[in-house]
Structure formats: structure tokens, C-alpha cells
């Protein structure tokens, strides 16, 4: 049992002694204590489940036996520095890693994050080409550091600081953009951002193929290779970020940029690569990659022998476990049952996503699209006390993100959709 300082005790300390501007979910925030696959638990012992733990980085589930005994094996062997020596753990995952990915995507750079990986991405990018602009979506989400907080593009995660070179274009959101679900209309902003907004030639064009904190927004048909185009013509680089829609989570597909048929140039990635476990990377050609030799380059920790470890465990249990199968399955069940949710319910307004990264948006008028924040919170707290854990997103705090563990059952489902159901009948 659980004999720590209770959720006042924990709340109290990280006032005082904690950034502040850290957020927590919930009226009364949630002690979580332990995990177990798809269940947290609070120091009470009451369980959850956790709808929202796969982008908090867990596909395998919490504290997955095979990730536990490889990150303590690697741990009681050695502990070190990526660079300087020779270790297998780093090797073996790099090569494991180059067979998930298309065409001649083979090299790897290791990082601890995504903001890391992104950041890295970029200058590549820049390297490569010899240009400095960066093309990136509205209401994106790429990290929190010099470049990538210039590529986010959402106003609440950016500072008052230089942010140079960056250009948003329109965002292809099907549910709120002007033009429906018409791709290549929306790409037609990429080609005039070109043109009027730059010399002529790019870096990168950066995305999410489904936009994560942006409350999962799938990028329109057809938006890619009409993009990917634009921007080859301009000698930029196409850089998928795919630290929530990669490793088997769309479940039709491993990465999410397959689903548009595009190969990208430069793949990023964190989060569910590790199973929690901080580890991000960039994986891109080996002519890309040359363009870092000009220097040094190095990251102390990034794919050090643990998080490797780590990585090659979470490979092998998504194969094992037929975790991407699983994600298409139970995630088009889910997706099937929240549709319905939205036949019932008025405040309903979208149900989007794909596999296991899926979205539902809360709006008070359907016709205006008007965000029901309050109720999203409502609905959250009240899911909550049911036992039921969801996470939310999207510009105006409306949109529920449901992305769990990819271990995530059709018992999970529809308990997950009672939960809701209920909710939203008592309101
Ligand atoms: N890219 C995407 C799509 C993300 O969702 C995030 C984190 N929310 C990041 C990059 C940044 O990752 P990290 O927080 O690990 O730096």
C-alpha cells in the first residue's frame, strides 16, 4: 500500500518549489501512483483507465514487463554516454529502427526528446539546403526550444522571443478549414507562401500528419503530395513529425505520413518510441545526414545504452503483441461508438482520427462551430470520478484526445463510451 505524502502534501510542494506554470488536469488533481497497461492507480488503490496515456509516451502499457527488465538489465550493465565508446544497444535499435521506415530513410541521430529531435531536424534542413525558411501548419505543435517554438503555431505555446524564418500556412482542417476536405486547395497556400513569402527556395516544410496537441486534427486527403510538390520544386526538405502518429498508433499504418502515400525526407520522433522512457530520434538518408559532418555534433545522452534498450524492447512488442493490429481494430470500434455518441448528443460536433490518436470536439451551436470549453471540462471531471481518464487539446480547449495504450481493449472501448455516455446524458 501506498505510504507517501498525500495529493495536498504534493500540491502544496509543487507551489512552492515548482515551475508555475506546470498545469494539472482536474478540480482535484489526480495522485497517480502505479501503472499497469492500460490502468493507473491513485494512492487509494481506485484504478483508471487510461485513455490518454499513450501520448503521456506509453504504447506497450504501463511499465511493460519486457521494456522494465530490458531498461534494469541494460541499467546493472552499464550506464554511459551515447558518444565516445562502442555499445550494441545503440546499433542494434538504429538498425531495427531503419527497417520500420520507407525508402532509403536509414540513419539515426538519437535525442532525449521531441523538441530535441525537431530542433535537429531543422537545422539539417537548413544545412542541407542552404536556406534558412521553414514552412510549418497552423495550429501545429513541434516543441518548446529556439526553432521548434518558431514552428509551433498555436499562440498560447509561444513566447515574445525571435522566432525567425518560419512561415504558417493554412492549416487543412476538415472540420473548421474554408475548404472542407479538399487537400490540394489547401496546398495551394504552400505554393503562394513560396512565392510571395520567400526567395523562391525553402529549407523544410514541417507537419503533423494528424496534429496532436492541436486537438487531432488529420491533415485533408490529398494535402500532402500536393505539398510534398510545392516544396521539392523549392529545394526544401519534407520533415514528418511523427511523435504522436508514429509507432503502429494510426493502426492502418505504422507512420502516419503513410496514409497519404508521401515518403518524407526526414522523419521525427519521441514519445511512444521509448514506452516513457525519455528518447526521441531523426532518422533521414545518409546524404542528409552528411550535412551534420561539417561539425561536431554530438548529444551527451541522446540514445544512450538504457533508452536504446528501451526503444529495441518497445520494437519487439509491438511486433509481438500485434499492437498496430490492435490499434486498427479496437481503434475503429471506438471510433464507431463515439459516432454514434455524436447521433445522440447535439454538443457533439466531430469525431476524428484514426486508430488509437482520435478526437472528439464539443461545440454548443453545430451550425457556428462554437467551442464548448467549459462542458469539455465538464465531461473530463465527470469521466474522471467514473474512473475513466481522457485527455483534451485543440486551440480552444474543446476537443477531447483519446489516445491510450496500444494494449487498449474493446472491454476498454466500451467502457470508455459509458462512461461518456452517462456523462453526457446527466447534463
Ligand atoms: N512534436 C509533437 C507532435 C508533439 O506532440 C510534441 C509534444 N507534445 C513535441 C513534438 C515535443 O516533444 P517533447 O515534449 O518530447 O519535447
Redesign the pocket.
Known sequence: AYSGPSADEILAKRREYLNPSIFHFYKTPLNVVEGKRQYLFDEKGRRYLDAFGGIATVCCGHCHPDVVAAIVEQTKRLQHSTVLYLNHAIADFAEALASKLPGNLKVAFFTN????A?ELAILMARLYTGCHDIISLRNS????AGGTMGTTAQSIWKFNVIQSGVHHVVNPDPYRGVFGSDGEKYARDVEDTINFGTSGNVAAFVY?AIQ??GGIVELAPGYLPAAYDSVKKAGGLCIA?E??AGFARTGSHFWGFEAQGVVPDIVTM??GIGNGYPL?AVVTTPEIAKALTRRSYFNTFGGNPVSTAAGLAVLKVIEKEKLQENAFIVGSYLKERLNALKDKYELIGDVRGRGMLLGVELVTDRQLKTPAKNETLHVMDQMKELGVLIGKGGYYGNVFRITPPLCFTKEDADFLVDAMDHTLSAM
Do not use: C, F, P, R
Request: hydrophobic fraction near 15%; proline fraction near 0%.
Open positions: 526528446s521531441g523538441t530535441e525537431n505543435y513541434h516543441g518548446n503533423e496532436g496537441v513529425d511523435v504522436q519521441a514519445k526521441g
